[in-house]
């Protein structure tokens, strides 16, 4: 029982990282990432910080893919879901986040010569017409006339990110230790991120400070960040990968619950179909390839 709480936690706060981000939009993108992984970075320092320095050579040797795994699943991942939530709503960027599971193993074909299945196929194809109907909601002609949002087209950048990021993680995380190395992922990205986000607040304007603002911050580098990483390795530990990852799956369902109640969203039932096409295919891609699609949030800062 206790591992169902958790899992069901990390997918509230995995949904309140879309939420707060829509919310809190009136901060530019770069700043946002920046301040979340500021916090992210402050906390993680006491977790990650002896292992870090431990295993230091180790991460010196395989510096190559750390960049890699840092610069597309910490640092600019969470950029373009928070860009493209200035522009679409927040339902759309949660389906669109959910099928990045079958968006890295259509990926993982080409890159790693990974071989699938045919259901894997259906599953890719069946994600793929769920997240158009959602996108388009159900006017399959916007595919042709230049309808799609802006939104829609940064969410496209934040899953080649993520499954990137993902493929990597695949491949290199297992060489690392695990809270060392979101530490250090998370710090080297505040690094790249600071001169970008000042180049922001010049252009831009930094945000005006106010408590909601803070209180939205302070959520994304802590909750997201931070205690569903904790939380969702803790129900690894005790239900499993496959069973775990399960979960993540009803990451748009609790989004779109959380922006009709809280940000005002409508439901459509084009969205609920849609919806329910993507779980469907990322269940089907997810057969014998579950360790890919778990890792969606087994390393991640969500």
């Keep these: 029982m ?10 509230i706060f995995y949904a309140g990282n879309i939420l707060v981000g829509k919310a809190v939009n009136e901060v ?3 700043t946002m990432s920046f301040f979340r992984l500021v916090i992210a970075f ?4 006491p977790i990650g910080v002896r292992s870090t320095w431990e295993h230091r050579n180790v991460f010196l040797k395989h510096k190559k893919p750390l960049m890699v795994m840092t610069l597309t699943g910490v640092c600019f991942f969470n950029v373009f879901l928070y860009a493209a939530l200035n522009y679409t709503t927040a339902t759309k960027v949660s389906v669109l986040e959910a099928s990045i599971p079958a968006a890295t193993v259509f990926l993982s074909a ?5 071989r699938l299945h045919k259901i894997q196929w259906a599953g890719v194809f ?3 017409i769920g997240a158009v109907c959602v996108v388009t909601d159900g006017k399959w002609i916007m595919l042709f006339n230049g309808g799609w949002n802006v939104g829609d087209t940064l969410m496209i950048g934040a899953i080649v990110m993520w499954a990137v990021y993902s493929i990597s993680v695949k491949k290199y995380m297992h060489l690392f230790p695990q809270y060392g190395a979101v530490m250090l992922m998370s710090g080297i990205s505040v690094v790249v991120l600071f001169p970008a986000a000042a180049l922001e607040w010049y252009f831009v304007s930094m945000p005006a400070w106010n408590g909601q603002l ?8 802590i909750f997201p960040s931070v205690v569903a990483l904790i939380f969702y390795n803790r129900g690894v530990e005790l239900l499993g990968p496959s ?5 993540l799956n009803f990451l748009p369902v609790a989004t779109m619950i959380g922006a009709y109640l809280w940000l005002g969203e409508p439901i459509t039932f084009m969205q609920l179909f849609g919806v329910g096409v993507v779980i469907c295919g990322v269940m089907m891609t997810a057969r014998s390839f579950g360790s890919s699609v778990s ?3 087994k390393e991640s800062l969500g």
Excluded at 2 to 11: D, E, G, K, N, T
Excluded at 42 to 45: H, K
């Design 243 to 247: 069973k775990a990852s399960v979960f």
């Design 2 to 11: 206790v591992a169902y709480i958790l899992m069901i936690w990390v997918v």
């Design 28 to 30: 530019p993108p770069l």
């Design 42 to 45: 402050v906390l993680l320092l």
């Design 126 to 128: 069946l994600s793929l």
């Design 214 to 221: 803070i209180t939205g911050l302070l959520y994304l580098g």
């Design 295 to 297: 890792e969606k949030s």
């Design 110 to 114: 080409f890159l790693l010569k990974e």
